[in-house]
Structures are given as structure tokens and as C-alpha cells.
């Protein structure tokens, strides 16, 4: 079981930018797939961008490719949301999601065993 704490979110106008951390506690990170999901308010949780253990392999949900990165840093045991042109419609509670699993991206939300608390994203029009 891994702790996860995000950190990063807050206001933003249209067009702005924001990047999101995700803390892990633990000595085996570099063996987690990480996600990241958000959750607007009447909506269902809805898939953002998922990194493989080793960082090598990416997955994007339609709605954010080509404006958010994922990344990691093993060594920092920290997972990364850079977040480009952002949109009112990106305005969510952004989650971290890990699971101990050396393979590819994991992109449902049931796949994951551990979650952050959430960090409010605000975007204004």
C-alpha cells in the first residue's frame, strides 16, 4: 500500500497553466503504474492520463491530449499533471490513483488499489 498526497491545484483563468504533484510514501514507487482522474461536481470520475512504472509508456484521455503531460521522478517518488490551455470544462477535483503493477498504463479507475485525497482545479472563464 503506497500514501498519496496531491499538491498544486487552485485558481486559474482560461488559457493558464497549472501543475499538479502527487507525493507517494514507500520504497517501491518506481514499481507502481500511476493515473491521474478528476471528478467535476454531478459527473462520474472521468480518466486524465495514466504513466507506466518505468515512465516509458503514456495514455492520455481524448479530452486532455495534446494540453496535459504525465511524468515521473523514481527518485523524488513523484508523479506530475502539467496541465496547458486550460478550458472551464478542465474545472475538477484531480485525483492520483497508484497501483503496484510493472506493465502498461492502467486507464479504469477500478484497476487502481490507492488514492489521494484530491485537489480542487478552478478554472475561469
Known amino acids: 500500500q503506497v500514501q498519496l498526497v496531491e499538491s498544486g491545484g487552485g485558481l486559474v483563468q482560461a488559457g493558464g497553466s497549472l501543475r499538479l504533484s502527487c507525493a507517494a510514501s514507500?520504497?517501491?514507487?518506481?514499481?507502481?503504474?500511476m493515473g491521474w482522474f478528476r471528478q467535476a461536481p454531478g459527473k462520474e470520475r472521468e480518466f486524465v492520463a495514466a504513466?507506466?512504472?518505468?515512465?516509458?509508456?503514456?495514455y492520455y484521455g481524448d479530452s486532455v491530449k495534446g494540453r496535459f503531460t504525465i511524468s515521473r521522478d523514481n527518485a523524488k517518488n513523484t508523479v506530475y499533471l502539467q496541465m496547458n490551455s486550460l478550458k472551464p470544462e478542465d474545472t475538477a477535483v484531480y485525483y492520483c490513483?497508484?497501483?503496484?503493477?510493472?506493465?502498461?498504463?492502467?486507464?479504469?479507475?477500478?484497476?487502481?488499489?490507492?488514492w489521494g485525497q484530491g485537489t480542487q482545479v478552478t478554472v475561469s472563464s
Open positions: 504513466i507506466s512504472w518505468s515512465g516509458g509508456v503514456t
Open positions: 490513483a497508484a497501483r503496484a503493477f510493472r506493465g502498461h498504463p492502467l486507464i479504469d479507475s477500478y484497476e487502481y488499489s490507492d
Open positions: 514507500g520504497r517501491t514507487f518506481s514499481s507502481y503504474a
